[in-house]
C-alpha cells in the first residue's frame, strides 16, 4: 500500500534560472508550501493490475514537516510520510486501522518515497547516496530524472520523473522498461497547481 503515497507539491523561490544540468541550484531554492491543500489524482499501471487504478484526493504538508495525502476515492484513506516512516490509517467495519512501515532504500517502492521526502527538504545527501540526477529546463517548464545508482534497483525502477511549470510541480511518474524498450509499469500522479478550496 506504501507504494501508492507517491505524491508531492514543492514551490520554487525566485525565477527559474538553472542550466539543463543544475540540479544544485533547482534542488537548493526549493520550498514546500505549509497547511495548503492541493487536490491530486494518481493513476497506475502494473503487471498485476488488470485495469488502470486511479484514487484522487487531497496532498498537504503539516507544520511538523510531514506530508500527508488524504484519498477520498475510491475508498477514504490517509497516508502520512515523516522520517522514513509511512503511516496509513483507515475505516474498516467502524473500527480504525493502523499500519506503520519503516522505509527500506534497497526497495524500489520505497526508494520512490524517499526521494520525494529527500526534494521536498533539499536533501541532497540522500539524493546523491541513491540517485544520478540531471535536469532539463526549457522556458517555464522543468523536469528533474533520478536514476537509481543500485542496478538491481533499476531491474524494477528504470527513472523517476519529477516535472512542473514555473514554480510548481505538476507531474511525478516512476517507470520500469524493459530491455526491449516496451513500458511494463508506470505510476503518475498528477497535482493541480491550484491550491483547494
Known amino acids: 500500500m506504501c507504494r501508492l503515497f507517491v505524491a508531492t507539491l514543492f514551490i520554487l523561490s525566485g525565477s527559474p534560472g538553472w542550466s539543463d544540468t543544475d540540479v544544485d541550484t533547482l534542488l537548493s531554492n526549493l520550498q514546500f508550501p505549509m497547511e495548503v491543500d492541493v487536490n491530486f489524482q494518481q493513476t497506475q499501471l502494473s503487471p498485476l493490475l488488470k ?15 510531514s506530508l500527508v495525502m488524504w484519498i477520498d476515492h475510491p475508498r477514504r484513506e490517509e497516508r502520512r510520510l515523516a522520517n522514513g516512516l509511512v503511516t496509513v490509517r483507515r475505516q474498516h467495519a467502524g473500527k480504525e486501522r493502523f499500519r506503520q512501515m519503516q522505509l527500506d532504500p534497497q526497495r524500489p517502492s520505497h526508494l520512490v518515497l524517499l526521494a520525494l521526502e529527500a526534494v521536498t527538504q ?18 517555464d517548464s522543468w523536469q528533474i530524472t533520478f536514476v537509481p545508482r543500485a542496478q538491481q534497483i533499476r531491474q524494477q525502477l528504470t527513472h523517476l520523473l519529477v516535472s512542473g511549470q514555473g ?3 505538476t ?13 511494463s509499469h508506470w505510476l503518475q500522479v498528477s497535482i493541480d497547481p491550484v491550491p483547494a478550496d
Open 171 to 183: 507531474h511525478l511518474r516512476s517507470e520500469r522498461i524493459r530491455a526491449d524498450g516496451t513500458l
Open 167 to 169: 514554480e510548481r510541480l
Open 51 to 65: 485495469r488502470v487504478n486511479q484514487q484522487r484526493g487531497r496532498l498537504r504538508r503539516l507544520n511538523d514537516n
Open 122 to 139: 533539499g536533501n541532497r545527501r540522500m539524493l546523491d547516496r541513491h540517485f544520478d540526477m540531471s535536469v532539463q529546463a526549457r522556458a
